[in-house]
């Protein structure tokens, strides 16, 4: 399906301050990029650059005063994920060298300290998809969806205790959960169509089977319909906006349609 | 300065033909950004990735029949170049790892083999861009743009002999006259802003005074407005298009323009 | 200075365990690398790659029964570190692409909640250097030095607590508060010349004055005498070992000397 | 198998000359380094770094007088190359990214212009394994190896009129030929056990059937028991030294044996 989805920011700066940016899709596995632009108000140097992961980063520094930012992508993405429940679980020797960094605990994803939960949602869950889609299925039958309960220290371990959250507090718990199975796990943050209310979304990829697939804790089912902005460990990685320094984000807004 | 450049293509294939295109462009130092598209008709699958160089390279099957291709893009660039006529050769001991192998001999730039031209050239010159600018001159001065003298075959060797070609060909007899005093030279393709007649163009940079200098062979003056879309040892490396089948290119057409 | 050093573990298992090695070093700023060795008894099929960071990584499906891993590396390296207490805080902006990862918080540095202590270790000291020192030194003089106080979920925020620990947990609360200011610090593993009681060690990296500088706060003054096996943002991306079941370490030492 | 290999210069220079050696091995696909050892008289700094095909390279500044370098290797490598005449060719279209490149024409192997000679050495030969294994076996029995009658400009279409050489011409007539083909083709450089006379060597290796094969066009039939050093287009990539400058080599010795 072709997508096109735009971001609107409007911030304010008491100083400048140097933020890094990561609002752009590149073109990847279930993803072609038609089209892409990406505007600040007032114009300014940007640096950008490509970090570890792959993701495309904007580094800039923000002027004093009133900022916009806007960005807009038509993307050709999959209008369903994949799902597989016979996907087996891949062992550690079987996976390829890039992705075993996705089985090591991270800042948010504190997977060495969730055994027994781990343990117990995938008794006797076949290894593999199915242990995700269990997990998956816990996380979204447990927690219930608030805004503002959480914040950007907020990790796994906390919203396992909490079960409130948004989007990558679910995923963060989702992560943490799959990694303790030695199952790799990455967090992705991007554009969903017909996400409710409609923002900035993020939801997780685990390896299993040989490859990767796509789950979202926040839905009920397995829904495509996704712009991939960028990949990580977990939110530490992938925040798509990072401030070193005081900004007040005044106004976001976020839209998603389909187009012919 | 901010460029609005397009590019069209009319193709047809009697059977699928495999193809790569380097018709995209990222951001980069001297060049960022703004907005960027790229479309065929009929829609293909498209596996977009990245050479070995930071190139965007788009792997297509050209389907039998018609096919158009349209790219746009929208960039800030320098208005002008940096010249220098002072910056001294860099030894190879303090060059950059990444940039040494812009000091190798390649297909279409046999440095190893035009010594006593490049000496010539440059007797009396001191080291460095002085000696590029020498060069960048000396082939502006003795050679005439003549389209169709020369193939995807011609060689800085057959060009520095028959002394007609394109751009293509000036930045392959100037990139082998450097390398050959040991200056690394790289070739650049994307769009010149006030090119005459409008085309895809070529030029090369050449590394002294501890940086990239871009250099342009078929202008009389050094001149700004250039949009990046690869770079490579030579025109083997960023061919803006490869078919590994038979393409007839039936129509194209470059647009570059300023915005405000 | 030129040092060789060797390591020799011997390990049991009762059945095959897939393990993550991190114990082969490369030259690199400061380090070359004359001579190396890697070798295993029983000989078994070893998968060496490199991971993200650059570290050389050797995955190894260790069999059932008794397992020895020994290497050697002769290495020249630096008999003294660099020390300048007026090296400035390098604003976020002026840092190198590759290096801003390491302002971010990790698994085991937890740089987003040390926010009052490192504010308060570096009252009045100017930034950069200088700050990082007194961090070092406020470790240094505060935590005392105990083998199994801590174990490998140990954070820098418990250990801040407990203020007892190993080299790694000295490493992780230096990180976190470099980190909470800004300044980037990155974990490093390898030998050290002199390390009493002779152990592989960890220490940290922090970015001031446009450069990395090395510091130990185990150490009471800056000592030189380091060969670095690996780089990682904490103890997650850096273990010498990562094992995916069990596996029994029943002897491991470390030498290292100086030789002419 | 278990080989030892070493490798031994003595080099002389009147004036120091800046040199990039490329005599290490690393661990990779068939090749494991159990030890590894690179020693110069005198000892001198040297910057080792990673080229953009992921040889290791030695960048040294050899200096006026006597020079000596010595390496020596032990590695595991495979007895025996596979072969596997059933294997097809593989389409443009699914060849990995990063093996597109070695389709193109380079330096030393003009493949744009070997197309009637290709077409005449694979008449009626099944496309894949049995095209190289063809144009291999035409350049084994066509060539004769003499010491002296190429230099470091002969390229492909040089010795394939001249039909005399030494490995790295075979090697250059035979990647010419297969990439005219539309096959992907590489040069390896490194030890071969049992070559006769003892010396570096140069080989090739194909992309068929889904995976590299290895191919020795001075051999008569698949040997195995080699080391690798470096992987390129041709020898302008995998040089095992490039001197900027005038060096001597009064002494080189090179051996190979099997250890157990």
Redesign the interface.
Known sequence: MLLQASSYFEMYADAPV?S?FMLRS???PGQ????????TTP?V?????????GNI?Q?I?IPAGNFTLETSV?A?CDACIDVDMSAVYT???ALP??V??F?????Y??S??VTELASRIVEGVSPGYAQVEAIRQWVYAHFSREYGTTN??TSALDVLQSKTGVCRDYTHASIALCRNL?IPARMVVGYLHDLKPMDLHAWFEAYVGGRWYTFDALMEKPVGGRIIMAYGRDA??VAFASH?GSVFLNKMEVSVKEIC
Chains 1, 2, 3, 4 share one sequence.
């Open positions: 140097t890094i590149k073109s990847g072609f990029i038609r089209q892409e632009a990406f505007w114009q140097p940007i640096n950008e650059y490509v970090d570890g992961y980063c580094r520094i038509v050709e062992p550690v020797e060298d890039h075993l960094q089985l090591l605990p991270s800042r994803c504190e060495d300290k950007s220290s030695d530490a990685d070193f």
